[in-house]
């Protein structure tokens, strides 16, 4: 057997979907997120994908990770006041950070 995961950290949830490559059978698992620890909820999502789709850990051959953690900071206006200082050349950063 050979599976990708794929795992998800929000604000809220974390979601976690696994894909046999064999079959192309999809799993989905959602957990609360632990904002204390982040990789508290990647490795409770990961446990309870593999648990309920009776996946050995050994069996998982590609690992993608995502958060929308910073995203949601930005928009909500939450954190702390930052700066950024950019040198000649990189002025694109501006319009990434501005998404």
Request: hydrophobic share 40%; charged share 20%.
């Amino acid at each position: 057997m050979s599976v990708r995961l794929a795992i998800d950290i929000g604000g809220t949830f974390t979601d976690a979907t696994l894909i046999d490559e064999e079959t192309g059978k999809v799993s989905i698992a959602k957990v609360l997120s632990t904002p204390f620890d982040p990789s508290v909820g990647f490795m409770a999502a990961t446990e309870r994908i593999l648990s309920d789709s009776g996946v050995r850990a050994s069996d998982v051959r590609f690992v993608v990770h995502g958060t929308t953690v910073a995203t949601n900071a930005l928009l909500e206006r939450k954190g702390e006041p930052t700066c950024l200082a950019i040198t000649r050349g990189f002025g694109d950063a501006l319009t990434i950070g501005y998404q």
